[in-house]
């Protein structure tokens, strides 16, 4: 069983930096894409970056792209996301995903991402 814990939240003011990380445990970690979710108070949860399982392929949500950049260390079974010139329209709770494990070639926007962790809260200030 895949378990996934975020950390690195928090609040920050407008401007500023976070990084968030997530540690999986269970499974090949090295075979799965991950992803990066969220969700704002009142809204529906929303994609926000995936890296392909070996990192070479990268998306970003238009509304990210340019600020943030999602990374992973397989060696350490962790996936980041360094959140840069961060806007109150960030505010939200940060979700890490992981899909199934095949070594995916698929769009990572649109895979089944089948395991979430707890959830990180990062809330920027105006």
């Known amino acids: 069983q895949v378990q996934l814990v975020e950390s690195g939240g928090g609040l920050v003011q407008a401007g500023g930096s976070l990084r968030l990380s997530c540690a999986a445990s269970?499974?090949?970690?090295?075979?799965?894409?991950m992803g990066w979710f969220r969700q704002a108070p009142g809204k529906e949860r929303g994609f926000v970056a995936a890296?392909?399982?070996?990192?070479?392929?990268?998306y970003y949500t238009d509304s990210v792209k340019g600020r943030f950049t999602i990374s992973r260390d397989n060696g350490k079974n962790t996936v980041y996301l360094q959140m840069n010139s961060l806007k109150p329209e960030d505010t939200a709770v940060y979700y890490c995903a992981a899909d199934r494990g095949l070594r995916s070639a698929g769009h990572l926007a649109s895979l089944d991402y089948d395991y979430w962790g707890q959830g990180t809260q990062v809330t920027v200030s105006s």
């Open positions: 890296i392909s399982w070996g990192g070479a392929r990268t």
């Open positions: 269970g499974g090949t970690f090295s075979n799965r894409a």
